[in-house]
């Protein structure tokens, strides 16, 4: 257990999985809607303000996982409950915990039937997504990773638009087949190690043909996740037919689910094997930012339009993974935060938007600039953040990958760098359509942001502009635990690009 600095305390972690899930049974209990709502903001904003010590109290000086729980569950098995963060799952918990309380928010007027088994679905989601960033042990991940199907899978097919049905099957049978290939990988290792124990697993000596194949399970499971091109197809059709909060939950934190996996079990439990499937993966990321760059650039559709752009921003991400130094590794993690930052408050947006003209069409929304000033503020600073304007969150994560990546392989940096030009081209094209319109701009007088939407837009807009000026708090989060991923993985680290920029 030298890996685990445990609680003697107050159970923070276990209170931070498990109080969602308590306030979807009492929910059960709830009569009316507006009750539901309230009651589902109040358990959501409890969680996010429970979660604040995690940050304030995190030891940067250390590898270990900390808030750390252990107890016995099947021991005949040696499966235990164990959970614990360090500072490469921290930021992804803290992210989670932000997101969720402005899910319930947005949500507010957008959903008008089963309001209560929506709101306990939000709740029931919560807990899953949280546990899968905190649980140690692969028997109780699996079970969280695969809870977390069945919440959104209703999301998406009772609340979801019209194409509901065929969005959510394929969201589903997608996902799991990932899932089992996931649950292959878990059973092969525990055969060889006789634990479930992920720590545990890190730095074993297995054969080069096992880490091929464990690879290969683990990649497929959580290529389909993040989603890489070409396992994308399922992201579109459930952005587009989500409820706004099915859609923000997807793009914040379920996408993340697979980058986390590859950082957490793909990197330092198969570090041969990563190193030999290193080039394929880096052209598959190369793939999916300049697909997802000029399929965004086509689209008409507002929804469709930020759904494939996120194909483009992951590939970014999966690209920062591979290249295996410093700065890819720690881009790609904050770029993790910027995009569920980001994305999530376009994705509200546009559900605003659809409120109003009951339309996500650019040619729907055209011109309303003259109407709604303070949104197209909002939209025009997410928007410049999206396409890694400097000052915003976007752009320091992708500068650190696109340093990463120069160190690594100029010939793959120099392919990636078209992402970033289609990412103005799209995100600016979006903009001049719904700020100016055109000579026969359709739109009628609207009505502008109220104080709930602009509650919901201002913190993700605070988090723009805090990352993007003052990134450094947490770049220090994560950084000796990248530092220690890279040496299980057996790699020259290299500098850090942006401590060298501020002098450190």
Not at 355 to 380: C, N, Q, W, Y
Request: proline share 5%.
């Amino acid at each position: 257990m030298d890996f685990l600095i445990l609680n003697e305390g107050f159970p923070l972690l276990s209170v931070l999985i498990f109080l969602p899930l308590a306030g979807a049974l009492v929910a059960l209990l709830l009569n009316n809607d507006d009750a539901s709502r309230l009651w589902a903001l109040f358990v959501t904003t409890v969680n996010a303000l429970i979660s604040i010590p995690l940050f304030s109290s995190f030891n940067l000086d250390t590898a270990k996982y900390q808030f750390a729980e252990h107890y016995e569950w099947i021991p005949s098995f040696d499966i235990y409950y164990t959970i614990g963060v360090d500072g490469i799952s921290l930021l992804l918990v803290l992210l989670t915990t932000l997101i969720m309380p402005l899910c319930v928010l947005g949500s507010w007027n957008y959903i008008k039937t089963r309001v209560k088994p929506f709101m306990i679905c939000l709740m029931i989601m919560e807990t899953s997504m949280l546990g899968v960033f905190c649980a140690l042990d692969f028997a109780l991940f699996y079970i969280l990773w695969e809870a977390m199907l069945i919440p959104m899978y209703l999301l998406i097919g009772i609340w979801g638009g019209p194409r509901k049905v065929y969005a959510s099957i394929k969201f589903f049978l997608y996902t799991l087949a990932g899932s089992v290939m996931l649950l292959v990988a878990i059973i092969a290792l525990y055969l060889h190690t006789g634990s479930f124990s992920i720590p545990n697993m890190m730095g074993q000596a297995y054969s080069s043909t096992f880490q091929i194949w464990v690879f290969l399970a683990f990649f497929l499971a959580f290529a389909i996740k993040v989603p890489m091109f070409p396992f994308h197809t399922w992201l579109p059709a459930a952005h587009v037919e989500a409820p706004t909060a099915g859609s923000v939950i997807l793009a914040s934190v379920l996408l993340k689910m697979g980058t986390y996996g590859f950082l957490r079990f793909c990197l330092p439990i198969t570090p041969e094997a990563t190193i030999t499937m290193m080039p394929y993966v880096l052209w598959l990321s190369i793939a999916g930012i300049l697909y997802g760059g000029f399929t965004a650039l086509a689209q008409k559709d507002m929804k469709k339009l930020i759904a494939y752009s996120s194909v483009g921003h992951m590939g970014f991400v999966t690209l920062g993974i591979f290249v295996l130094n410093t700065n890819g590794v720690e881009g790609a993690i904050i770029q993790m935060i910027n995009h569920g930052v980001t994305t999530g408050a376009l994705f509200l947006c546009v559900g605003m938007i659809y409120e109003r003209t009951h339309s996500r069409e650019l040619a729907d929304a055209a011109g309303i600039g003259k109407h709604m000033p303070i949104f197209v503020t909002f939209l025009a600073f997410f928007s410049l953040s999206s396409l890694a304007f400097p000052a915003t969150n976007s752009f320091v994560g992708e500068f650190l990958i696109l340093a990463g990546a120069f160190t690594h392989n100029k010939i793959i940096a120099a392919f990636a760098i078209p992402g970033a030009v289609l990412a103005a081209a799209y995100m600016l094209r979006m903009l001049q359509k719904v700020i100016w319109g055109g000579t026969n701009n359709p739109t009628h007088t609207l009505s502008d942001l109220g104080m709930r939407e602009i509650v919901v837009l201002a913190p993700l807009l605070a988090f723009v502009f805090w990352i993007g000026l003052a990134p450094q708090p947490f770049m220090d989060v994560m950084h000796t635990s990248v530092a220690h991923l890279l040496n299980q993985v057996g790699v020259d680290q290299g500098p850090s690009a942006l401590a060298q920029m501020i002098g450190k």
